[in-house]
């Protein structure tokens, strides 16, 4: 079952600083992101209590297509995680291992190929999540149908490299949330730390 988890997130989204700008004047909204490989499915992503994680995302995809960053920037929003599938709870978890076997045993049965995950640059952090992006956005679908739909997905990141020989802990470990209801964003707000935008 799904958490609501019974507080609110404050997230930050990396982008460029146009439209973060049209964002918090009001004249605009975050574009929902529909890439097959993202990983938590259909939404608009933010880094969970990390202004610094967001920013340096906009920074890394300064000039990248689908990013359309010139000048990166990242902006803060209160989140109403509502009807959460946390993956840091148990239930979630089950939620989206019975997804992948309905889908699999399908796909079998109907002879077609799932997507799959893939390293980036020969990381181990399988960046290009298109199995997983399937999955959760299969789960949305089957929910939608049958059940009060999600209103936001959140989990941590394991990501980058090891801090040292034989750690558990990774450079660029995050948690995200992805909202897929609009209503899910109560504001978005001016990250006033300086020392954020180095």
């Known amino acids: ?50 202004p610094y994680r967001a920013f340096q995302w906009a920074k890394d995809h300064v000039g990248k297509t689908n990013a359309r960053i010139k000048n990166p920037y990242a902006i803060g929003a209160v989140i109403n995680p509502g009807n959460c599938l946390d993956l840091t709870e148990a239930k979630s978890i089950e939620l989206i291992k019975q997804t992948y076997s309905t889908i699999s045993a399908i796909a079998d049965v109907e002879n077609f190929e799932l997507p799959r995950n893939q390293d980036v640059d020969g990381s181990s952090d399988f960046l290009v999540r298109n199995l997983d992006c399937f999955v959760i956005n299969a789960l949305h679908e089957i929910r939608e149908e049958t059940e009060d739909p999600f209103d936001t997905v959140r989990s941590p990141f394991f990501e980058g490299n090891r801090l040292y020989e034989g750690s558990g802990f990774r450079e660029k470990s995050h ?13 978005y707000f001016r990250i006033l730390q ?4 180095k």
């Open 1 to 50: 079952m799904p958490t609501n988890i019974p507080s609110f997130i404050i997230g930050y989204h990396g982008c460029d600083r146009e439209l973060a700008e049209k964002v918090i004047a009001g004249e605009t909204h975050l574009r929902v992101s529909k890439n097959r490989y993202d990983w938590l499915g259909n939404g608009i992503y933010f880094w969970e209590n990390n």
């Open 175 to 187: 948690v995200q949330i992805c909202v897929r209801s609009s209503a899910s964003i109560l504001g």
């Open 194 to 197: 300086k020392d954020v935008f």
